[in-house]
């Protein structure tokens, strides 16, 4: 099901990759030595002050850190390269996002650990994308609850996907009379968007976030009409998204995929 090209990172390129990171941390490793006897010699000679020349030059952060700082770094560079993202929920994202941030279980970058790693999120992409299938469906469906009353979402099978659904609290108005996505929702539209290409067997295309939520932050105010390949919208002053489905048959293998196992609770 994923569209994942194995072949982003070829194997040859692997030795290369490693060869050249550890040849750059030889470097800094030999730059920190000699910024070392240049605040040797300036504190010899004047005394008295912080003569910490590696200190100043990395903006007060150690050589440890810097070396991790760029291995995260080259870690986020093979996952876009690996394009494994645009498959992944956004819990897996978070998850993520969250072992960057703490720096911990960071692994460093050898021929085995480049290919362990890689391969194996390779391996993991169907597994990833049925995730991101029930998260998209679980968001798409929450308009079928006992809260939302929407005669439009209560004509959708209380276990599937209909051809249009109203979605709250989605777009608010914004500046230059058009229309923007609320922040804290953008990330379920972004899922729904990823998981219309994969079904369709299409890469996501690049652009500044996604053509539906690119679409919907140029949409005018006074019509709050847009569309993409996958879906038609109405953007609404009461913040309220009005999403109909170009592509019933890519529904319909949403629901055969998610349906059987959807449920509120989960």
């Not at 990759?17 to 006897?37: C, G, N, P, R, W």
């Not at 194996?120 to 299938?133: C, H, Q, V």
């Not at 219309?196 to 019509?223: E, M, N, V, W």
Request: net charge neutral.
């Amino acid at each position: 099901m994923s569209t994942i090209d194995t072949a982003v990172i070829k194997r040859q390129d692997f030795p290369t990759m490693v060869q050249s990171y550890q040849s750059a941390m030889a470097k800094i490793d030999q730059a920190f030595t000699l910024f070392q006897e240049a605040s040797d010699l300036l504190t010899a000679a004047f005394g008295g002050h912080n003569f910490n020349v590696a200190q100043e030059l990395v903006y007060h952060r150690g050589q440890d850190d810097v070396k991790l700082q760029l291995r995260k770094n080259a870690w986020r560079s093979v996952l876009d390269r690996l394009e494994i993202e645009k498959v992944m929920s956004n819990k897996q994202l978070d998850e993520t996002e969250k072992r960057f941030q703490d720096g911990k279980n960071i692994p460093e970058i050898t021929l085995d650990t480049l290919k362990e790693i890689s391969f194996g999120l390779l391996e993991k992409a169907p597994e990833y994308a049925n995730e991101l299938f029930k998260e998209a469906y679980k968001f798409l469906m929450t308009g079928n609850n006992q809260w939302d009353h929407y005669k439009t979402n209560e004509k959708n099978a209380r276990r599937s996907l209909g051809k249009k659904v109203i979605l709250r609290w989605i777009v608010e108005s914004s500046f230059g009379n058009t229309y923007s996505v609320n922040s804290y929702r953008a990330k379920d539209l972004l899922a729904v968007d990823k998981v219309f290409h994969i079904l369709d067997g299409k890469g996501f295309p690049q652009g500044y976030r996604s053509p539906l939520l690119d679409a919907i932050t140029t949409t005018s105010q006074s019509t709050g009409k847009g569309q993409t390949d996958y879906f038609e919208f109405q953007c609404y002053q009461n913040n309220n998204l009005h999403l109909q489905f170009k592509r019933m048959d890519l529904v319909k293998k949403l629901n055969q995929i998610s349906g059987d196992n959807f449920s509120i609770a989960d």
